[in-house]
């Protein structure tokens, strides 16, 4: 059995600061042993939580595709998501829809998949990429100033070594 064809875990969360406010997405994609395959960040501008969440599970579920991945368990801490994406809850907001649609296209590309909620403490590796991603915007800045551009991904590879600051 090739790797893109073992089950692979994606964690994804998002996060929002203020909720309305500044927003980030982090997913993080394990291999079928535990190891790192990617982490992934994304600044969102200013989102709501749920907002956030979505583009979370989007982000992981776009790197897990690239990779040629067929087998996916997805966790999340968001039980609205889950519920949505499972079909039991109804989507009311219409910022959520075309999240949720986009979502559910991706998830359906995989042959094999899954997707179910998680307590938050199992969830903390993903939570804690999607506040690098506000983090690293400078959106918290004092001065209220967003220094990065909303919409900009970033992944990091195990044995990558982290981006280099500039200044």
């Not at 999607?130 to 959106?139: L, Q, T, V």
């Amino acid at each position: 059995m090739s790797d893109a064809e073992r089950r692979h875990v994606l964690y994804a969360d998002g996060a929002a600061r203020g909720n309305p406010g500044p927003a980030g997405a982090g997913a993080l994609l394990l291999d079928d042993r535990g190891n790192v395959v990617a982490e992934l960040t994304k600044f969102l501008g200013h989102a709501t939580n749920n907002v956030a969440e979505y583009n979370g599970l989007i982000l992981g579920l776009e790197e897990a595709l690239r990779r040629g991945i067929r087998d996916i368990d997805v966790r999340l801490d968001s039980l609205l998501v889950v519920e949505q994406m499972c079909g039991r809850w109804k989507i009311k907001h219409p910022r959520l829809q075309p999240l949720a649609r986009h979502a559910g296209e991706l998830l359906a590309k995989f042959p094999r998949h899954e997707i179910r909620h998680v307590p938050r403490e199992e969830n903390t590796r993903a939570d804690a990429l999607s506040n690098r991603a506000i983090d690293a915007s400078g959106a918290d800045a004092p001065t209220g100033g967003v220094a990065g551009a909303a919409g900009g991904a970033q992944a990091r590879v195990a044995g990558d070594s982290p981006p280099a600051k500039s200044g």
